[in-house]
């Protein structure tokens, strides 16, 4: 017997919604470094409302016409992707119910689950037919991401009404840790809602398998975490966090963990303190050049 430590991000975007990479493409890229799960999770957006219909003639939702196609890319590459590096792929998708409220907006993870779901269902009827499933509902980025982007406050809002309709809640997302998440008391994941390679740094869940060594090999090879285990290890909080840097070594995984206390250090990194400076400068020359446009425009008038 032996345990190890394995790597997962459980909310990815590829090219069937509004991701850069295709899925064989995230699978190489996790597979290679090591990730012992992943999930792709594309957007399967409301068909009712204008931005749920507007994202559906761009092309950014998943829809009954390319759910089935997706399906079967995510059940052969998941075949694949335990062959070729031990890695299980989760097939899922974000049920996403976007307006131009903030705290009308709500992003739900369905992880491990095969049919489609009417994105256009209420929040406690999605998350049974999820469980239905045999799935897990986790709560996408529920507070400020941090981001200068659409923020999604509905479910935070009703946090005491929704405490057990999902399984779990995410505590980070990207390279943003959520104090407030961490100390509500909900259960928690951490991922990357990663969008484009340049966003594989970040926060990532960590599991902890326990095992036989693969045998038939003479080279010890990882071990393969079962969709059931982190089901249960989920739903019992048997996890844990870390901030995953890109150019790390293959075993980073086994060895670059972060204690819960260490966790604030990386807040508000060099690199995005640099381009809020940037984007305030650039602000400040656009005020500049209006102003002056105005007082000669209003003097010439
Ligand atoms: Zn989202
Ligand atoms: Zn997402």
């Given amino acids: 017997m032996k345990t190890q430590k394995i790597l997962a991000d459980l909310h990815l975007h590829s090219t069937f919604s509004d991701g850069k990479l295709t899925i064989p493409e995230i699978v190489d890229l996790f597979g290679k470094r090591g990730f012992g799960a992943i999930a792709i999770t594309d957007h399967l957006c409301e068909s009712a409302t204008f931005l749920g219909k507007a994202a559906g003639y761009l092309n950014q939702t998943l829809t009954p016409e390319t759910f089935p196609r997706y399906q079967a890319i995510l059940k052969s590459e998941a075949e694949r992707a335990r062959r070729e590096y031990g890695m299980l792929l989760i097939p899922g998708f974000e049920l996403t119910k976007n307006t131009i409220l903030n705290h009308r907006s709500a992003h739900i993870l369905a992880l491990g689950v095969t049919s489609f779901i009417d994105a256009n269902l209420g929040i406690e009827e999605i998350c049974a037919e999820i469980r239905k499933q045999g799935g897990l509902s986790v709560a996408a980025h529920p507070v400020s991401t941090r981001r200068l982007e659409k923020q999604t406050y509905f479910l ?146």
């Avoid at 998440?181 to 594989?200: F, K, T, Y």
């Avoid at 326990?210 to 285990?229: C, M």
């Avoid at 060895?255 to 508000?268: F, G, N, Y």
């Fill in 156 to 301: 935070w809002d009703r946090r005491d009404q929704f405490r057990e309709t999902f399984d779990a809640w995410e505590v980070a997302s990207g390279r943003h840790f959520f104090d407030e998440v961490a100390e509500s008391g909900l259960r928690l994941i951490a991922n990357s809602d990663m969008h484009r390679p340049e966003q594989m740094e970040s926060w990532k869940t960590v599991f902890t398998v326990r095992g036989p060594e693969t045998p038939g090999s003479d080279i010890p090879r990882p071990l393969f975490i079962t969709w059931d285990q982190i089901i249960s290890d989920v739903r019992s909080q048997s996890v844990e966090f870390t901030y995953y840097r890109e150019g790390l070594p293959r075993v980073a995984r086994r060895t670059h963990m972060t204690s819960p206390i260490r966790r604030r250090e990386l807040k508000w990194p060099l690199k995005t303190r640099r381009k809020s400076m940037l984007m305030g400068l650039v602000a400040l020359s656009l005020f500049a050049v209006g102003l002056v446009q105005w007082t000669f425009g209003f003097e010439r008038g």
